[in-house]
């Protein structure tokens, strides 16, 4: 068996993924804590508003380098919407992860130099960062500044709209980080991805 | 065909505009009238018996009757003279009479049981121990907040809750950023509004959205409107107060609101804005469960591939 080292993520990538994970956790935890308005000793609810704006900006800030790095440099590739036989791929990958792997085969989209992702994962991360965040950027820069929200749609409270669309996606946003910890860890080795987000080289075995 | 349009649409505007005013005013009555003649109008005209000359004058304004707000108050189809003396029907008013001690609102309405459901006697009170009675006694009557010429019981009657806070919200403001009418009470400056709540985020937005006695008030819980105002020192100043899924502001503003909500008026407002009431508490209670069974799917998810992945090895 040999192996080989690929360098997957480059720096400024590493760069923004660290402070996104951070700005995120920071998001979720004060986000829960301002949904249930529990005014607790370890967070009460006017530091919670205060770290949630913080780490909102931050996150949306660091969504704008994430979108310009993947715009400019050649990571866009891998971001790349291939409609032609793609529910195909994606049920492959499926089967792969709910049996294939089990019984010991071989993943059926090994990752190389021109892959970096799996295709169930690609689309997540597609889906996630090209449609989930730009919503939750723009409703809470939007809850951010309440005045620019329409009064009333439908005899609803245009705020009360833009905040529970708001939590629904900053909800998915988390269901998918439990799911992205956890695929993560899938692998040889459980920790390998998790060192190569950090040093940037990622091990592939023949 | 154009001007046929026109014309249907003028008429529907016509039958509309008279429907609409005939539901909201009633003929005022003639002790009023006779009033309104001078007390209705920028301007009055007099006989003066000194000269024998007909002579027109500015009618001071603070005497000059909104007959427009008149005809929708509660108090419509009183005569003038039922609450003023009788010997104002005459022209010059004698000087003493503005001496004259006013009823007060308790005068009619306390121990009369047409109005016990407004219980009257409770806001009263209420009122002793608000900081409007402790700082200015007596002296601070009902009127001083509620004008007795246009008052309309707006948080009983009004469909809209922005309706409900800007009406009341004018009657704060009507003293507290207007320096003479402040004045009437105290002998300082009125605080200036946007400073003192300087501390409070998206001030704009709260005070368009609910009342200064939201937080300006002790609730409780069997009065339509609490009266008890607080001072600043004893407002409310925690953001959870409200935004939190048991808000106070479901014993004040919002009861107003459910009431509107069974109403029929904006069916889907009222399923799914029918327990979420706020920002920071946004729990609309399908959703709720719906994430709730989503996370505990995710995590079965999770756990049960684990277990496979460490049994299969």
């Known amino acids: 068996m040999t192996t080989e080292k690929l360098y997957f993520y480059p720096v400024w990538l590493r760069v923004w993924h660290g402070f996104n994970a951070l700005g995120i956790l920071v998001l979720i935890v004060t986000g829960i804590s301002m949904q249930w308005s529990i005014d607790s000793p370890l967070i009460n609810f006017s530091l919670a508003v205060k770290l949630h704006n913080i780490a909102g900006v931050v996150v949306s800030i660091g969504y704008l380098l994430f979108f310009a790095g993947n715009l400019f440099t050649v990571n866009g590739k891998f971001y790349r919407v291939k409609p032609k036989g793609l529910g195909k791929r994606l049920v492959r990958q499926a089967r792969y992860y709910l049996c294939g792997m089990f019984k010991n085969e071989e993943p059926p989209f090994p990752l190389s130099e021109k892959r970096k992702f799996n295709p169930l994962q690609k689309y997540s991360y597609i889906l996630v960062m090209y449609l989930l965040m730009p919503l939750v950027v723009i409703t809470g820069l939007a809850l951010l500044f309440p005045e620019l929200i329409i009064e009333e749609v439908y005899h609803l409270s245009g705020i009360f709209l833009t905040a529970v669309f708001h939590s629904a996606l900053g909800f998915l946003i988390s269901i998918f980080l439990i799911v992205h910890l956890y695929v993560a860890s899938i692998g040889k080795n459980p920790l390998k991805n998790y060192r190569s987000i950090v040093t940037g080289w990622h091990e592939i075995n023949h | ?313």
């Open chain 2, 1 to 313: 065909m154009l001007n046929l349009i026109r014309n249907v649409f003028a008429f529907v505007l016509l039958v509309v505009s008279l429907s609409v005013n005939s539901q909201e005013s009633r003929p005022l009555s003639e002790g009023a009238l006779h009033c309104l003649t001078c007390h209705g109008n920028q301007t009055y005209t007099l006989q003066n018996p000194w000269t024998g000359q007909e002579e027109k004058r500015l009618m001071n304004p603070y005497f000059i009757i909104d007959t427009t707000h008149y005809r929708t108050g509660v108090h419509r189809t009183f005569s003038c003279t039922d609450c003023h003396a009788t010997d104002y029907e005459t022209y010059p008013h004698a000087a003493e009479l503005k001496l004259e001690p006013l009823s007060t609102c308790l005068d009619c309405h306390g121990g009369d049981d047409t109005y016990a459901k407004y219980q009257f006697e409770r806001i009263d009170e209420e009122f002793q121990k608000s900081v409007h009675f402790v700082k200015s006694g007596e002296s601070f009557t009902c009127s001083k907040c509620h004008n007795q010429h246009y008052y309309k019981p707006t948080a009983r009657n009004s469909s809209t809750v922005s309706e409900i806070v800007s009406y009341n919200n004018a009657m704060c403001l009507s003293c507290h950023n207007n320096l003479a009418r402040f004045q009437l009470v105290s002998d300082q400056q009125n605080p200036v509004l946007a400073q003192v709540h300087a501390w409070l985020p998206n001030q704009e937005l709260h005070f368009r959205n609910v009342r200064c006695i939201e937080c300006h008030t002790q609730v409780t819980d069997t009065l339509m409107v609490s009266h008890n105002i607080l001072s600043k020192e004893h407002a409310v100043q925690k953001c959870v107060e409200c935004h939190s899924s048991n808000s106070m502001l479901k014993a004040s503003l919002y009861k107003y609101q459910n009431l509107q909500a069974r109403s029929g008026k904006g069916a889907l407002g009222a399923v799914l804005q029918n327990e979420s009431y706020l920002i920071g508490a946004n729990q609309v209670p399908a959703l709720k469960l719906l994430s709730i069974l989503i996370f505990v799917a995710a995590l079965a998810g999770v756990l049960l591939h684990s277990v496979f992945r460490f049994t299969k090895k």
